[in-house]
């Protein structure tokens, strides 16, 4: 059940990144065009991109990246050493791993709140842009690895292994 689970949030995230990119490219063509054509630029184009695409598109599928063992991967003990060592270790750096998440996604949920707070804003060449919304993002993605590194300490099969992923893809 939960293995079902992950793999309809990681679709679903997926696709919602693949979409906001998508939506980043038609807006940043439209920009280009709408400039080179008429001389009138998409107003907020930089700052949209900047702090709500790329910061969707980054924060997203952080789950994603977990959960097909895309992460950047450090070898602590040789292949002879014993499976039950690898595995030792391997739940070890799942569990510091989604604590360090955790914290991660704890401060920038406090940051996120303290911008709300503050009515965040950026001055375009067309006026107020608001931002605040955009960091909540980063909470979000953060929390969903962080739990599901919590996950996976317990039930090591989360992941997709290689050979279904390519029959996903």
């Not at 939960?2 to 990119?21: E, Y």
């Not at 990246?65 to 499976?83: G, K, N, T």
């Amino acid at each position: 059940m939960a293995q079902r689970f992950w793999r309809k949030l990681d679709t679903l995230l997926i696709i919602i990144a693949g979409a906001i990119l998508m939506a980043s490219v038609l807006h940043v063509t439209a920009d280009v065009l709408l400039k080179l054509f008429f001389s009138r630029p998409v107003p907020g184009t930089i700052v949209y991109v900047s702090n709500y695409y790329m910061t969707m598109i980054v924060f997203l599928p952080l789950a994603s990246a977990e959960m097909r063992d895309q992460h950047i991967v450090v070898d602590l003990w040789p292949d002879r050493a014993p499976a039950w060592l690898s595995m030792l270790s391997l739940r070890f750096s799942w569990a510091f791993s989604s604590a360090v998440y955790f914290l991660m996604g704890w401060n920038t949920l406090k940051d996120a709140m303290r911008k709300y707070a503050e009515g965040e804003y950026t001055l375009d060449q067309s006026g107020l842009v608001i931002t605040w919304p955009s960091y909540f993002v980063l909470p979000v993605g953060m929390g969903i690895v962080a739990v599901l590194l919590a996950f996976k300490v317990f039930n090591p099969t989360l992941s997709i292994a290689p050979r279904e992923m390519q029959t996903n893809e």
